[in-house]
């Protein structure tokens, strides 16, 4: 019976070490919603017609993160938006540079300090964009310059008509005030509105 008793808590064991050494190499994914209570996640984005903010309300929903808005201290126009007119305000910042990455054009943020200070109480830190001209706007380099990301796992998702991620996070990464500590995971472009479903899906494949 003793034996019996010591064969089944052996068994025991050796499934909960199964298990633990599975999730650490990754083969299990954590569902999203248990990732709500570990880290703190505050979740940035940029949006101008609702695509970008609806996927990051859908961040925030999982994750129980809080969510900022990031706010041009001159908000963006549909007339400031008609990539079609060359005299138009995206124009310019496009043409100011060969890429936004190389451009001084920095769009000031006007809520800059409170999502400094969330930032700065945060452990994971989504950012939102929408995709223009292939990168990220110019006004997400003046949040990546401007806010301390060293540390923190940073999480880029952005939203378009049909370009991809491309190189548009890794632009960011590259401008980033970051160190060897930040863990700037590879992001997902999730193109329209998308569902929680597939939001949910993504969240829980990333390793934090
Ligand atoms: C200035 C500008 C440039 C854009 N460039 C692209 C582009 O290169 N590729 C693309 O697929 N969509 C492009 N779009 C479309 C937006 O990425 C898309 O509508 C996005 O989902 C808008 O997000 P928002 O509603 O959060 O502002 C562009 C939109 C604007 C305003």
């Known amino acids: 019976?003793?034996?019996?008793?010591?064969?089944g808590s052996s068994v025991l064991s050796c499934l909960i070490a199964a298990v633990l050494i599975a999730a650490a190499v990754g083969a299990i994914s954590v569902p999203a919603q248990a990732k709500a209570k570990k880290k703190n996640v505050v979740v940035l984005y940029f949006s101008n017609t609702g695509t970008t903010k609806s996927v990051a309300k859908k961040i925030e929903k999982t994750t129980k993160g809080k969510l900022i808005e990031i706010k041009a201290k001159e908000p963006y126009t549909e007339e400031d938006l008609d990539w079609g007119d060359e005299n138009s305000r995206v124009t310019k910042e496009h043409e100011s540079a060969a890429s936004p990455a190389k451009s001084t054009v920095r769009p000031e943020i006007k809520n800059l300090g409170a999502i400094k200070k969330a930032v700065k109480k945060a452990d994971v830190v989504y950012i939102g964009y929408p995709i223009w001209w292939g990168e990220a706007p110019h006004i997400m380099y003046t949040l990546v310059e401007n806010i301390d990301l060293k540390k923190k796992t940073v999480i880029p998702f952005c939203t378009s008509m049909s370009s991809g991620l491309g190189?548009?996070?890794?632009?960011?990464?590259?401008?980033?005030v970051i160190s060897s500590k930040t863990k700037w995971l590879k992001g997902r472009n999730f193109y329209d509105e998308s569902t929680q479903k597939k939001v949910d899906n993504w969240i829980g494949t990333l390793k934090y």
């Open 1 to 7: 019976m003793k034996e019996l008793k010591l064969k």
């Open 167 to 176: 190189s548009s996070a890794k632009h960011l990464e590259q401008n980033a």
